[in-house]
């Protein structure tokens, strides 16, 4: 190379010395783990919110609004637990929790019924099922499940807020870097991750108000991930396989216009 083609050269990622390229590639390799990570917990954790594998629309709400027509204890009763009753018994306790659980009525009326139908199975040797032969344990499950608490809320909105931003600070840094890209997309993709974190966040706290706006947290994820995908790609893209396969150096600035 001669020194005129030399002084040519301007800044991108194609250009970059070996040094950065290995730096940049380093992080956007253990972002792009990081990110895997992050799915397969919503899939462990949001995803079995109703019971059953793979993130659903009533995992969201479930997650965030919570799955208020009912108590766990009533939802048992009518399901896994419904033959361990007669019906009477079964509906006086299902009364009972929609009444509100008073600690009267348990001891006049509930408590011999889950002395003689429920506490041979839910006792202290139950082997992980909740022991009824404490009234506290089965107190808990007829709260209706209320999903997510603000505090919750509060702590997890602002632990994404300040890391996913930084993610995206260094991503959009290196991606632009690259040359070539239409400004209208280059342009969408570095402010795109911005707006969906925000709506996304939003979305969190509507859907804990609301179960309709479950929709848009998907929304707002999916469109993280689609700017996360394409900074990735072209960046990766023009630091390693660009110049061979132009079969010259990129002489165009992406850092100062042309
Ligand atoms: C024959 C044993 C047996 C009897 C009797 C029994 N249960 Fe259960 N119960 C279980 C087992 C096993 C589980 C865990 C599996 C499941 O959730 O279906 C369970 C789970 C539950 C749960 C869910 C606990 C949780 O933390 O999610 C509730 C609520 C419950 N039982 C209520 C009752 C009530 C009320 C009665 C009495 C009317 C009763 N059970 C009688 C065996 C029993």
């Given at each position: 190379m001669d020194k005129s083609q030399e002084i040519d050269?301007?800044?991108?990622?194609?250009?970059?010395?070996?040094?950065?390229?290995?730096?940049?590639?380093?992080?956007?390799?253990?972002?792009?783990i990081g990110y895997l990570m992050a799915l397969a917990q919503i899939l462990m954790t949001h995803g079995m919110a109703d019971g059953?594998?793979?993130l659903s629309l009533n995992d969201i709400v479930y997650s965030y609004y919570g799955n208020r027509s009912g108590s766990t204890?009533?939802?048992?009763?009518?399901?896994?637990?419904?033959?361990?009753a007669s019906d009477a018994?079964?509906?006086k306790l299902i009364q009972w929790v929609r009444d509100g659980a008073s600690t009267e009525t348990y001891a006049k009326e509930i408590q011999p019924i889950i002395q003689s139908r429920c506490v041979l199975c839910h006792n202290t040797n139950g082997n992980g099922i909740p022991d009824f032969s404490d009234y506290a344990n089965l107190q808990k499950l007829t709260e209706a499940n209320q999903g997510i608490t603000y505090q919750s809320l509060t702590r997890v909105s602002h632990i994404h807020l300040f890391g996913i931003s930084f993610i995206f600070m260094f991503v959009g840094l290196i991606f632009s870097l690259s040359?070539?890209?239409?400004?209208?997309?280059?342009?969408?993709a570095i402010i795109m991750p911005?707006?969906?974190?925000?709506?996304?966040i939003a979305s969190w706290w509507l859907t804990k108000l609301n179960p309709n706006f479950a929709l848009l947290i998907i929304l707002g994820g999916t469109g993280l991930a689609i700017a996360f995908a394409y900074?990735?790609?072209i960046s990766m893209y023009q630091m390693w396989f660009m110049e061979a396969i132009l079969k010259h150096p990129d002489r165009r600035s992406a850092v100062f216009r042309d």
């Open positions: 050269k301007k800044i991108n990622l194609c250009n970059l010395g070996t040094a950065i390229k290995l730096l940049f590639t380093g992080y956007l390799s253990t972002i792009l059953k594998f793979g204890l009533e939802q048992k009763l009518n399901g896994s637990m419904k033959d361990n018994e079964r509906f040359t070539g890209v239409p400004k209208t997309l280059k342009y969408s911005y707006l969906f974190l925000v709506l996304d900074m990735w790609t």
